[in-house]
């Protein structure tokens, strides 16, 4: 081992040590017996903190997730166990949101809006859509470029926080926002489907790096986007 890949690998190991134990393996779970309510974990990144560099920072990275996600997560376990929830995973609660007080919408939309949006990208990511998915890409938006205009614009008009989406509805891709933490799959989302791509354009989604400057990140976004979970959940969405 040469000294620069000792180095490298050294660091990714410290990287290891000092993140992922932290999170998912640091806590119990246990299994949705009967009506036991089992607890939500923070899920590892797929990918270190810095391995989206230069599009997504390390710092930007390691505070959204371990601060962020890890708030959202705690919050939304509180707000399930002050809601007396019981037997549900995270899609079920948010399909009938409206029967909850709101700190389950935010806190739960919040915990799985950002466990999509890691999977959604990848240090590998980038590139085009293939297959089926382009095909139905280009059925619904003519095109690949108009497909990613439509995103990047819808995302770049949010006012405040929120997400954008691309979602399955009714057998057919659509592009959607939706404000704060809601997610398409709440039963108050304006426009409802099943998310197969969605951006995070919360100012700490891109804030340190980026500034004001949402558009250039939402731009840098397509050099990550992991188009094979993406082509995943549209499988899964459509069968
Ligand atoms: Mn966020």
């Not at 002050?82 to 739960?108: D, F, H, Q």
């Not at 409802?192 to 990140?217: F, M, S, T």
Request: charged letters at 20%; one cysteine or more.
């Amino acid at each position: 081992m040469n000294k620069r890949s000792f180095i490298k690998t050294s660091i990714a190991g410290i990287g290891g040590l000092v993140t992922y134990p932290l999170f998912a393996k640091g806590r119990s779970s246990y299994l949705n017996k009967g009506n036991e309510q089992k607890e939500f974990i923070l899920p590892e990144l797929p990918y270190s903190y810095d391995s989206l560099e230069p599009y997504i920072d390390k710092k930007t990275l390691f505070f959204h997730h371990s601060m962020h996600h890890a708030a959202y997560t705690e919050k939304f376990n509180a707000a399930v166990k002050e809601a007396g929830i019981t037997g549900k995973n995270a899609r079920e609660i948010l399909k009938e949101v409206s029967k909850y007080p709101v700190s389950v919408r935010n806190n739960g939309g919040g915990y799985l809006n950002h466990k999509l949006y890691w999977k959604f990208m990848s240090p590998e990511g980038g590139g085009n859509p293939e297959g089926v998915l382009l095909e139905a890409i280009n059925r619904d938006f003519g095109t690949f470029e108009n497909f990613k205009n439509e995103f990047s614009s819808t995302a770049k008009q949010v006012f405040g926080s929120g997400w954008a989406w691309l979602i399955v509805s009714e057998g057919k891709l659509i592009v959607t926002s939706t404000p704060n933490q809601d997610n398409p799959i709440m039963d108050i989302a304006e426009v409802k489907g099943i998310p197969v791509l969605c951006i995070d354009v919360w100012e700490h989604a891109y804030y340190i790096k980026y500034q004001n400057r949402r558009a250039d990140y939402i731009n840098a976004f397509w050099n990550i986007v992991n188009w094979d979970m993406v082509s995943t959940k549209f499988k899964k969405a459509t069968s």
